[in-house]
């Protein structure tokens, strides 16, 4: 998937799986965005796949806790 499709994943994983709003996922994955926490995933495009999707949501959510 894109790099863009990827954080959409990662997005969708985020409300599916811990009940936030669109809105609060969104700021969530911004926020990760900006701290750089995808930069291997722009540069490494096997790291865009389910799996890692729902690994990096659940790191994503905790982090917010």
Do not use: C, W
């Amino acid at each position: 998937m894109t790099y863009e499709e990827y954080l959409d994943e990662v997005t969708t994983l985020i409300t599916e799986l811990f009940g936030l709003s669109d809105d609060a996922a969104i700021k969530l994955v911004m926020q990760a965005q900006a701290d750089d926490f995808f930069v291997q995933h722009d540069e490494v495009p096997a790291l865009r796949n389910q799996d890692q999707a729902q690994r990096d949501a659940t790191s994503i959510f905790k982090r917010k806790v």
